[in-house]
């Protein structure tokens, strides 16, 4: 049974488990003790490595390039604000709930739904394709990174020069010490040469329309790094949990050497100044609200599976509330010293063009990082060294995310189908990266970029956004708060408060709708001069609603394959 009767009420217990009512000082205790014959679940090796997993799968490539650039858009330390009360009354709820899900039933994102409402189990297989999506394209930007780290092994870094094959004569190195060199529109960085014309060689491609050849270089860079992902979660959490305190921690180390030599740099004033200097008018903006809901939802990261199947590894009694909240703070907080490490380069940058540090500032993206952050590095004395460093924290920021994405997928697939997986995880996980790498050559080839911006636009966005409005109104409405916290309070020995239990039923879905509202439209996708027909926009909606549609479907077929009442369909199993 899934509960059993207490003077409170009904208390839920996980999956293979039982519980009795023992009397005891006029109190009634709840005894649950292991009575499934199933084979054991695999548990972490040490709560560090859950906290270094999720910290490390929270602490991503977004973190780095896109906090600092909403930030000073969004009126600099102004934007603190918003940032913040989304955290607290959006963002952190969400994470608490679902590392207590997944923690309390044990369960990957597809099979936990027959404990909590099984029409709503095409969430999970919605979920699924999502990571797949992201798979295809985020490694794609590590491959990048490794072609970077790759040519920094030199004396002069390749991207600091205009004398080499690839560039072009309106190549341009223009700093302060360069007194014979004058900058006009038509003038490029080599830096900017290098990463277009080199690296992703877009200049090959006319568009989505004709991609071109796969770059064999970067195939061989993408085959290394899934080569890294699949011998580091091929055997589940006893292996990445070991990796992560190399990959989750280096990336710390590297962030206070860059704050160090930043701080240190000529002109970082202006660019901390240019970060934080508050705009408070801009708080009356719509916008600037909604983009701290996104920032925030997207850094923490429910609704992609993660956070349920790193939770259900862990001890039944584990305090995963106190995780909730170290995690979710240790994420913000390196949001906003990245913050720093970016913007006292872009002053550097700015005091040595002679320019304003918002005309340094005009990307965001990996082109903050592969163009402006790269040149700023190049010409700084032991260019060498830092463009190591930088370009392997890029890496490692990267791994940990995708360990965590295919672990969700993973650990989905193994708990809906154990008979025939379980014992095939290894052969099972090596057919998952060869899909992902599969699924990834488009992104490889000359017009690569393009794709990789299509899938970054339009497969994550909504279709997240709503598949955890639904988590949150299957857990809160259907399944029942009430019935939630008293699974927590099973757990962990305290029934959560009215913030929390406020939070579940009404703020959080709040959020997410106003954030789904205010959805960008979007209608003018661009990349370098590449504007995107309006069928790419066609093509676009379809990718993203290819996994949400996952959700209706299976409700439609739950509906038509159950027997009963619409209520007793709806509730059948989550009440055994």
């Not at 005891?24 to 205790?29: E, V």
């Not at 999720?54 to 934007?79: E, K, M, S, T």
């Not at 991609?211 to 195939?219: E, K, N, R």
Request: one cysteine or more; hydrophobic letters at 50%; aromatic letters at 16%.
């Amino acid at each position: 049974p899934r509960s059993t009767a207490s003077s409170a009420g009904t208390a839920c217990v996980p999956a293979g488990v039982t519980g009795s009512s023992v009397p005891l000082g006029g109190l009634r205790t709840l005894v649950v003790q292991q009575t499934s014959l199933e084979r054991p679940r695999e548990t972490w090796s040490k709560k560090m490595d859950f906290l270094l997993s999720v910290i490390g799968y929270a602490v991503d490539l977004g973190n780095v390039w896109r906090f600092p650039y909403i930030c000073y858009q969004n009126g600099g330390g102004a934007f603190l604000l918003p940032y913040l009360l989304m955290a607290v009354f959006g963002g952190v709820p969400l994470f608490y709930m679902e590392l207590a899900l997944g923690q309390f039933h044990r369960s990957g994102c597809i099979s936990i739904w027959k404990y909590i409402c099984p029409i709503f189990k095409g969430i999970g297989f919605a979920i699924c394709i999502i990571a797949l999506y992201i798979a295809f394209y985020y490694n794609t930007i590590m491959a990048w990174a490794l072609y970077y780290l790759l040519s920094s092994f030199r004396r002069t870094l390749p991207w600091s020069t205009c004398t080499n094959s690839w560039n072009t004569a309106n190549c341009n190195r223009y700093m302060s010490t360069d007194h014979n060199v004058s900058w006009s529109n038509s003038s490029i960085s080599p830096a900017e040469e290098f990463y277009t014309r080199q690296v992703l060689q877009v200049h090959l491609s006319p568009g989505l329309h004709q991609l071109g050849s796969v770059s064999w270089q970067l195939a061989l860079c993408l085959l290394f790094i899934f080569t890294i992902v699949y011998f580091s979660i091929w055997k589940g959490v006893k292996t990445s949990g070991k990796v992560v305190w190399v990959t989750a921690t280096f990336p710390y180390l590297v962030l206070l050497v860059l704050l160090i030599r930043g701080a240190t740099l000529p002109g970082a004033w202006r660019g901390v100044v240019f970060y934080l200097k508050p705009d408070w008018e801009k708080l009356l903006s719509t916008t600037v609200w909604i983009d701290a809901a996104a920032q925030i939802f997207f850094s923490l990261g429910p609704g992609f599976g993660v956070l349920l199947a790193f939770a259900s590894y862990n001890p039944f009694h584990n305090n995963c509330y106190r995780d909730a909240l170290v995690t979710s703070s240790v994420n913000c907080l390196t949001s906003f010293v990245s913050g720093f490490v970016i913007f006292t380069v872009l002053g550097y940058m700015a005091e040595m063009r002679h320019q304003e540090v918002d005309a340094v500032a005009k990307d965001a993206g990996p082109s903050l990082l592969f163009i402006i952050y790269a040149e700023a590095i190049a010409n700084m004395p032991a260019a060498t060294f830092f463009a190591i460093i930088f370009f392997l924290m890029i890496i490692m920021l990267g791994l940990d995310s995708t360990f965590a994405g295919l672990e969700g997928v993973i650990t989905a697939m193994l708990d809906e189908f154990p008979h025939v997986l379980a014992k095939r995880r290894e052969w099972f996980v090596f057919g998952l990266v060869c899909v992902c790498y599969l699924g990834a050559l488009s992104t490889l080839t000359y017009g690569g970029a393009f794709v990789v911006k299509l899938f970054e636009e339009y497969a994550t966005g909504p279709a997240v956004i709503t598949v955890v409005l639904l988590e949150v109104i299957a857990v809160s409405w259907f399944y029942g708060t009430n019935r939630f916290c008293n699974d927590v309070q099973v757990m962990l020995g305290f029934y959560p408060g009215c913030f929390w239990r406020v939070c579940w039923v009404a703020i959080c879905p709040c959020f997410l709708l106003v954030m789904l509202q205010h959805a960008p439209e979007y209608t003018a996708v661009r990349l370098f001069n590449y504007h995107y027909p309006p069928w790419t926009t066609v093509l676009g909606y379809c990718i993203g609603v290819s996994s949400f549609i996952c959700v209706p479907v299976y409700m439609v077929y739950h509906l038509l394959s159950a027997r009963g009442t619409f209520k007793q369909v709806q509730y059948f199993h989550s009440s055994l």
